[in-house]
């Protein structure tokens, strides 16, 4: 049986994969470099969330057996990353 953590976090990879297929379908639609660009932009909230998300369902299903250290370390980790991307 599988984990309830993992399988969540397989339904939202799932679904970042399809936002994304389904945002390169859109931009050959469109033809357009500008409107390309505005889905692009969009498609930049789309995975900075469900890295968080992700991130937080696997810490949550192994609580158990990760320190609160190594807890904090992963998530400072991550607020790093986050702020490296949004910095010029």
């Known amino acids: 049986m599988i984990e309830r953590a993992l399988l969540m976090i397989i339904v ?7 936002v994304d297929i389904m945002a390169a379908m859109l931009m050959y639609k469109f033809n357009d470099l500008e409107k390309a660009f505005y889905i692009n932009t969009l498609l930049a909230l789309v995975g900075p969330c469900v890295l968080i998300i992700t991130t937080a369902f696997a810490l949550i299903g192994l609580a158990e057996k990760v320190s609160l250290p190594r ?3 992963l998530f400072a980790g991550i607020t790093l990353i986050l702020i490296s991307l949004k910095s010029n």
Do not use: E, W, Y
């Open 12 to 18: 939202l990879r799932i679904f970042s994969g399809s």
């Open 71 to 73: 807890m904090v370390c």
